[in-house]
């Protein structure tokens, strides 16, 4: 097995700094592993103590043998000692529990790198430090400290005690513990079964990212909450396991990246890259630890029943939860489905006369006189095969009105999701019943169509990444010419713009000139008027330098030559056939945490203010570059207006691809920025670029 | 008082069609009224059966005589009698509950239309048809078949067998009867307290609006379901009662507002007006049912602590909350708290070395071994001038360790919202001590700062009405000139550009002529180039019907003139100086159903692309103008740029007040157009206008 599976399967687990005195974590860790019904071998290591919660306790890993999880609980001071211990003893993965490392300052950021240096040389995995543990719900192997194992009812009591460590196949992990195992107690309340959940603390080592890749092959769906995503590879593993994930990650706002730095330590990418990658892997994004909760639980029980599109059938019993409904369909860019006439008719045969046999079909609180109502409702929309995904809706129902409901529901084979705005109370069998019909539920109709939008969208825009490769293989590269230097000091706009043409990527026909009589022929060559620009090496902004002049004839050629070359740093003046009319854009390549990533969205002088951009990582599909382009608010004026003909989106296209296929070949650290591209029904053109180099 | 106050305060209520059948809904509501408490005389009507559930029944309201309150659950073809017995018998209200009545068509909109005009020649107000009635909560009056109140738990039973009808100090009401009554269930699970639930169904007479106007008296806060808001009046007198109001309006997408429709037959205003309109009277906006409770339970809660400002402060025992809470914090746009040097520094005395002194101020869970932790660094957060609110997170903790947040945090004066991300049974008396200390709590950091958002955005931006009347009325409104004639076949542009430069809004100088002598003559005049404009009244798309011409010298209008005069309908051209430059926005003045509508936003051609405009009520303040710019993101470009100017924000405001004030006596259903506004640093100039009449 993967040495990460010891964080949930381990046949032994070592408590280091288990303690006699009751309540502290170090006896608290001892009893949950006790409490759960683990069947492996508990070690505790104390100092002195021969015997601890009625289990023999050794003086270290070493002298117990055979462990193959450790939870280190030590005082900061004494930590290293342990790892040592745990590393020399054969042990797979420590958790290192205590606090005071990264997350304190350099000192004990290196104290840290200390523990992670020490673990690799044992050929140990190490998680943590500054984490609460981990927990298997199948075995009962709870290596944690979180009070919620002291809340939790153990098996042997009894299911109806409150929830207990509930089995099932979602795998969660966690950078934070404390927010982790909250969210891990409002899983079970809801009724939601884990494989495991693994807190990540600092990450020195181990990333949530990881433990996720490594819980997929035993589990249906993967729930994460990050405070930093920096590791490209290891997100690259986990999308390729295929398994739908849902990650929270936090440090979305500046102020918030900064705070989860200080928290962790950790490298902040910017959050448009961590945007536009995780959808680009088929990953779902959510906002909050509702709607991870809502998303996770969706993936995993309706894995067997993938949406075949985007269309959403509303069935309700209530008008108003059919109009909300049918409001979030359209806020997440869903589909409300068109039934079939021969539904309608049907429906129209079956329902009340104040109901509604169109989508959203209100079946009326009628359900209440005629339990069969619903069932027959529901599956002549069902059998609609305009019809890819049913969302049903009920209110104040209760008691058997409600058994009935889901009876008619669990009949369906199309994915179903519920709303049942309703308290528990009124209905206290219903979640569970959905649940174990595998009905995923919810208490408003926008959250279970936003947990629809999800399940949607992962069918879409998951292409298996196999797939992906091939895509991106099968499109011949162009030439790929050698790049300009690309120093600052070296930038220069004309062997940027010759590297493009070279490459072909379409550049406005234009030369760098010399003298002004150069100059006044190179306007009569390229045509009236023309554009003069100042060739200043790293220059980033020749515009507001008063180095860009428009409307340049022969007869002013001259004299405007000699303007730009008395700039200061000046070495040479490009005059270009000038451009108008188009919409101008941006397409850029810069290094992230993640890789080189390729922004594209709104140009021109409105960049900044606009801030409409889109994000992917290198390398890119066509698929990604037009959906990346779909998410902007710019794409729409590339399309037809009032009989003007729209863009050619196409011609866009193929050029951020041809500048991705270079881009790739650049050297580490690069940045390449193409602003204005004017994109107009003839074609797209860069007016301008800069290639600048990192340090 | 006033009449709807019977539907909670009645003090003698007819069930009219009850029912000697156990279970029927005319059963369900005579026993409702005596399952609560009510101690007013409850009259069952029933054609021949004398007694009904133990009390004596009557044949008619007649024949009862004393009665206030009546429900109506008789079947369709019954009701009208039933309203006319209830009109005669002196009745205050009459909830009809029955449906088949405007939500069915033209036949049952017209049988619905004679119950209103029945109800009002006996003076009786008439609550429906097609709703589930209503309940006061401190009189236990429960004049309703909802099933939820065969849930409830009566209060003799005792407050520990489940929710009951906690009475409290919010009104609410709802066009949805299954989804108000779900919305109330969810609310009363919360353990928020309700003075009154209406349902109001089809609105015929009473809505929902109204039926708030009516609770707010005596209510701390108010919560509305809306499928439609049509009514200007009610709103203005809702708004008029300064009661924190949040509404949330079904039908935002027109595939909603179709549905909605459809339900109860009700007009749509178009999103955006009610968006402008709720913002501009005050009134807290929310999507989902979720976000009505948690930001009406904070205003409820929060009643007597009035932030003073945007500045949040969040103190959490988990770094990962803090994080969550700093992201929305910056989401919804409000500030993190910068706290002074000495709270930073008392902070740092007070907390461990690895937790955070600095907003997010994390206490870690240190707050587990020490019980005092959290009440000091409460206390030293609280007592700094430069926080507002205070948003504090915990997650797993159990037991007394929540005992001593919530004792530390009864202490706090300022508002105090809570997230405490952690299952109910970890912590089973939090929430009510809580609730019990006046402070709102709530699972994610990202609800309680959206909650804490509402609060801030009600503080600041609802002025009291009478004030804003005063604003409004302080401005001089100028010149107010007669408006040209405004019908489609007399719509011409120079027309409107004269009525508007008379009223002092600035437009291009320029002219019609009717010659191209004087075309030419006028070129020069004005400067070259010009732009030359065909007079066709009536014509909407000049551009798009080769009318407008730029770029005109002296030489070339000749030619450019005869080009124009020659197109169909052609009345005569107008020629105008050529502006350039600057930012190109609308101002729009259209009629909707809350009255004339006032929208700004990006013009000129992307206008319909962009779909980036905020919408206003007319009449305007200058507070109304600006804040509606800001919810743009054209505004952005507004703004000064690497060193280009700013362009003339004031003077747009300026002109946007005079074209409002002029608006406001124009015809009722006159559309005002004026797209594009060339906004720059030397002004805000009308480019093209246009005035078009409805029908």
Excluded at 39 to 53: C, N, Q, S
Excluded at 243 to 264: I, N
Excluded at 306 to 332: C, E, F, K, Q, W
Excluded at 657 to 664: E, G, H, M, N, S
Aim: hydrophobic share 45%; charged share 20%; aromatic share 2%.
């Amino acid at each position: 097995m993967g040495d990460l599976r010891a964080l949930w399967a381990a046949r032994s687990v070592a408590v280091v700094g288990a303690s006699t005195r009751r309540g502290t974590p170090g006896r608290l860790a001892v009893e949950f592993l006790q409490r759960y019904g683990y069947t492996g071998r508990i070690v505790p290591v104390h100092p002195t103590a021969t015997e601890i919660a009625g289990l023999p306790a050794y003086p270290s890993v070493r002298a117990a043998g055979g462990v193959e999880l450790a939870l280190i609980l030590v005082p900061a001071a004494a930590v290293a000692e342990a790892v040592d211990d745990c590393g020399r003893a054969g042990v797979r993965v420590a958790i290192v529990g205590t606090a005071g490392f990264a997350e304190t300052g350099a000192e004990g950021r290196a104290a840290q790198d200390d523990l992670v240096r020490s673990a690799a040389v044992a050929g140990m995995r190490l998680v943590g430090p500054n984490c609460i543990g981990s927990a298997g719900f199948a075995t009962g192997l709870v290596a944690s400290f979180s009070p919620l194992f002291a809340a939790l009812t153990p098996q042997s009591v009894g299911p109806d005690s409150g929830p207990g460590l509930t089995p099932g196949g979602i795998g969660f992990a966690s950078a934070s513990g404390a927010l982790g195992f909250g969210t891990v107690s409002l899983a079970l309340e809801r009724g939601m079964g884990l494989r495991a959940a693994v807190s990540t603390g600092n990450e020195a080592d181990v990333t949530a990212l990881e433990a996720l890749a490594e819980l997929a092959p035993e589990c249906v769906a993967l729930m994460g909450y990050l405070e930093s995503l920096h590791d490209g590879p290891a997100l690259r593993a986990l999308a390729a396991t295929g398994k739908p994930t849902t990650l929270l990650v936090a440090g979305r706002s500046a102020a918030g990246a900064r705070a989860a730095a200080s928290h962790t330590g950790a490298l902040a990418t910017p959050d448009r890259v961590v945007d536009g990658a995780l959808r680009q892997l088929g990953i779902t994004r959510v906002s909050d630890v509702d709607e991870l909760l809502d998303v996770g639980d969706a993936f995993a029980l309706c894995s067997g029943r993938t949406p075949a599109g985007p269309r959403v059938a509303v069935v309700t019993t209530s008008g108003g939860s059919g109009i909300l409904a049918t409001d979030a369909i359209v806020l997440n860019g869903l589909t409300l489905a068109e039934l079939a006439p021969s539904t309608v008719d049907a429906l129209k045969e079956i329902l009340p006369p104040y109901g509604s046999a169109d989508n959203p079909v209100d079946v009326t609180a009628t359900v209440m006189r005629d339990r069969t109502l619903m069932a027959r409702a529901l599956a002549a929309v069902a059998d609609d095969d305009g019809v890819d995904v049913l969302v049903v809706c009920f209110c104040v129902l209760v008691g058997s009105d409600v058994d009935a409901i889901v009876a008619a529901l669990s009949t369906v084979e199309k994915p179903v999701l519920v709303a049942r705005t309703g308290a528990d109370h009124l209905a206290p069998t219903a979640a569970g019943a959905l649940r174990a019909a595998g009905i995923p539920s919810y208490p408003t109709p926008a959250r279970a169509v936003r947990a629809a939008a999800a399940l949607i969208g992962a069918a879409s825009r998951a292409p298996s990444l196999p797939a992906r490769r091939a895509e991106s293989r099968g499109i011949p590269p162009g030439p790929t010419p050698r790049p300009p230097e690309s120093r600052a000091e070296d930038a220069d706009e004309d062997a940027v713009k010759r590297w493009l043409a070279a490459a072909g990527v379409r550049v406005p026909r234009g030369r760098a000139v010399h003298s002004a009589a150069e100059a006044e022929q190179a306007v009569r060559e390229y045509g009236e008027p023309a554009v003069l620009k100042v060739v200043v090496p790293g220059l980033a902004h020749k515009t507001e330098a008063g180095g860009v002049l428009l409307g340049v004839t022969a007869d002013t050629a001259t004299a405007h030559y000699h303007r730009l070359a008395g700039l200061p740093g000046a070495t040479g003046v490009l005059v270009e056939e000038q451009l108008s009319g188009g919409v101008e854009l941006l397409v850029g390549v810069a290094p992230s945490p993640l890789g080189p990533a390729l922004t594209i969205g709104a140009g021109g002088v409105h960049t900044e203010a606009l801030d409409d951009v889109a994000v992917r990582l290198l390398p890119v599909t066509e698929h990604d570059v037009r959906d990346a382009l779909g998410q902007t608010r710019v794409a729409r004026l590339l399309a037809p207006l009032r009989g003007r003909a729209g863009a050619d989106v196409d011609a866009f296209v193929a050029l951020v691809r041809r500048v991705a296929a270079l881009a790739a070949n650049l050297p580490p650290g690069t940045t390449l920025d193409l602003n204005p591209v004017l994109v107009s029904a003839s074609g797209a053109v860069v007016l301008d670029a800069a290639l600048t180099q990192e340090g």
